[in-house]
């Protein structure tokens, strides 16, 4: 069983700077593939970023160059630092895991991650 709970969301405006974090509940969270995801309202839920346990990350292309996902696994926590926030970042984002590997890069689908948290809200006005 593995437990997520995020933290750092908030309300920001453009331009600005947020960053989240995900306390892992796992015995062996420093072996899995984990993701951010994001869902605004009436939209479908997204991968933000994924990282490997050995570091391999990949992003979506609205985030590249603007946020960046990594891990302290002596710590069991996941972050994302967001900078330049536009109002199309607005939505709930929330922490994935599985104890699976299989692609190159990390995948930012949402059927790959078996474990979920219960989100963080960040709103980004303009």
């Known amino acids: 069983q593995v437990q997520l709970v995020e933290s750092g969301g908030g309300s920001v405006q453009a331009g600005g700077s947020l960053r989240l974090s995900c306390a892992a509940f796992a015995d062996t969270y420093s072996t899995y593939l984990m993701g951010w995801f994001r869902q605004a309202p009436g939209k479908e839920r997204e991968g933000v970023a994924g990282?490997?346990?050995?570091?391999?990350?990949s992003y979506t292309d609205s985030v590249k160059g603007r946020f960046t996902i990594s891990r302290d696994n002596a710590k069991n926590t996941l972050y994302l630092q967001m900078n330049s926030l536009k109002p199309e970042d607005t939505g709930m984002y929330f922490c994935a895991a599985d104890p699976r590997r299989g692609a190159l890069v990390p995948p930012l689908v949402t059927w790959q991650y078996n474990y979920w948290g219960r989100g963080t809200q960040v709103t980004v006005s303009s």
């Open positions: 990282i490997y346990s050995d570091g391999i990350a």
